[in-house]
């Protein structure tokens, strides 16, 4: 099974023999979905003007939570940008999405907290809509 390129997690074709004349042999697995190929251009995130979220654009969980895969591992795209802007999560802890928006990466918009508060913090979000 090969995996699309842009790491959305789709399955890939085979190439057909109308493709020969571009030199990719028939039966040969695609790299890209269509139209995912431009996905590899640019940010992975979209600005939010409204809100100032960085929204994922790429691969998503059904929850919402945006997915990277790295080295044949998937991780929470919200973790990696937080570790990589803002440094190491500590073992135990995890991450609350201060603007209550899961696809949401910008890491000032990410706390560190135990699960007791991020659990408190949602079901309080909850409770107010």
């Known amino acids: 099974m090969t995996l699309c390129a842009c790491n959305c997690g789709g399955r890939v074709g085979l190439y057909v023999d ?7 042999a028939p039966g040969t697995p695609t790299r890209f979905l269509k139209g995912h190929n431009r ?5 992975p995130f979209c600005i939010n003007q409204e809100t100032g979220c ?3 654009s790429r691969a998503k969980q059904p929850s ?3 997915e990277i895969r790295l080295a044949n591992q998937t991780f929470y795209a919200h973790r990696v940008m937080y570790q990589l802007f803002r440094g ?12 209550r928006n899961r696809p949401c990466v910008h890491p000032l918009h ?3 907290v135990t ?3 991020n659990a408190r913090r949602a079901w309080k ?4 809509i």
């Open 110 to 112: 990410l706390e560190i």
């Open 115 to 117: 699960h007791g508060e």
């Open 18 to 24: 109308r493709h020969r004349d571009r030199g990719y």
């Open 125 to 128: 979000a909850k409770k107010e």
């Open 39 to 43: 996905r590899k251009n640019g940010l």
């Open 64 to 66: 919402g939570y945006g």
């Open 54 to 56: 960085w929204e994922w």
């Open 88 to 99: 190491k999560i500590p073992k135990g802890k995890e991450l609350d999405h201060l603007c």
